[in-house]
């Protein structure tokens, strides 16, 4: 069982930045595919950005340009650099992992919020 550990979130200003990590369990952390969604209150959960074991990133359009997804293999950490943060991007950030056999992993995640 794979467990996914969010943290870094808080309260930032607009303009601000911030950087989310995510830790997962087990030693295969290298072939998922990472990827982080957000959901804002009264809204679905939204996919905001992904990489795939050969480091392929993805990012949803409203973040592009601001945000940058990374991943660490060595530390098992996938990380989540929010630049330019605006009132829009406020929401409970997750971690989700994929496994080669699909197997989807979820962490608690972690609040978000840009205010002035």
């Known amino acids: 069982q794979v467990q996914l550990v969010e943290s870094g979130g808080g309260l930032v200003q607009p303009g601000g930045s911030l950087k989310l990590s995510c830790v997962a369990s087990?030693?295969?952390?290298?072939?998922?595919?990472m990827a982080w969604y957000r959901q804002a209150p009264g809204k679905q959960r939204e996919l905001v950005a992904s990489?795939?074991?050969?480091?392929?990133?993805s990012y949803t359009d409203s973040v592009k340009g601001r945000f940058t997804i990374s991943r660490d293999n060595a530390k098992n950490t996938v990380y989540l650099q929010m630049n330019s943060l605006k009132p829009d991007d406020t929401a409970v950030y997750y971690c989700?992992?994929?496994?080669?056999?699909?197997?989807?992993?979820w962490g608690q995640g972690t609040q978000v919020t840009v205010s002035s």
């Open positions: 087990g030693s295969i952390f290298r072939l998922y595919t």
């Open positions: 989700h992992g994929t496994s080669l056999a699909l197997s989807h992993y």
């Open positions: 990489i795939t074991s050969g480091a392929i990133t």
